[in-house]
């Protein structure tokens, strides 16, 4: 198989895919464990933290419910949306660069997400609990204590998603 073929596959599953396991795994967003890496490491949430909860409830029309899990998440999937878009009306063209404006837009999304990381991690460490996850909830901690319980969720609903 070609690179280019393999592009072309890449590009056009990617939007649907995400879209369907957003759909398909909505509930094990909710429910599942925490798979973040640097979370399970550090005991501190990541700086895309809740963008797969937040996309879960986009794609069931959940817009109050994602904007609680990650305000950036309609705004980020929008940009995606943008640039499938337009890779997918550029394939055949193989001089195709990507506009300007979505290198601008990106280098504005990517200061959103810090300054929102820099707002939660005020919020999370002015917490006791935030502070108390810190000290127990790290990969080290938890393999000392044999805790293999999830981390506390800062920004986590206590309501279940609907349809339960």
């Known amino acids: 198989m070609s690179r280019r073929t393999l592009n072309v596959i890449v590009t056009a599953s990617s939007l649907p895919v995400l879209l369907a396991a957003s759909w398909l795994f909505y509930y094990a967003a ?3 464990p925490t798979l973040c890496p640097f979370k399970l490491l550090s005991g501190v949430p990541c700086i895309t933290c809740g963008l ?3 996309f879960a409830s986009l794609a069931h029309g959940e817009w109050a419910r994602a ?6 998440s309609p705004v980020f999937l929008a940009y995606i949306v943008c640039w499938y878009v337009l890779e997918i009306a550029n394939l055949r063209n193989p001089e195709y660069r990507q506009p300007r404006w979505m290198s601008s837009l990106i ?3 990517l200061f959103g997400f810090i300054g929102m990381y820099a707002s939660r991690l005020t919020v999370f460490f002015s917490s006791p609990e935030g502070c108390r996850s810190l000290a127990t909830k790290n990969i080290v901690m938890r393999i000392v204590n044999r805790d293999m319980s ?3 969720e800062p920004f986590a609903l206590d309501t279940p998603p609907r349809g339960r």
């Open 30 to 32: 909710f429910d599942g």
């Open 52 to 54: 797969t909860r937040a």
């Open 67 to 72: 904007l609680i899990y990650h305000p950036l």
């Open 107 to 109: 280098t504005v999304l």
């Open 150 to 152: 999830n981390t506390y």
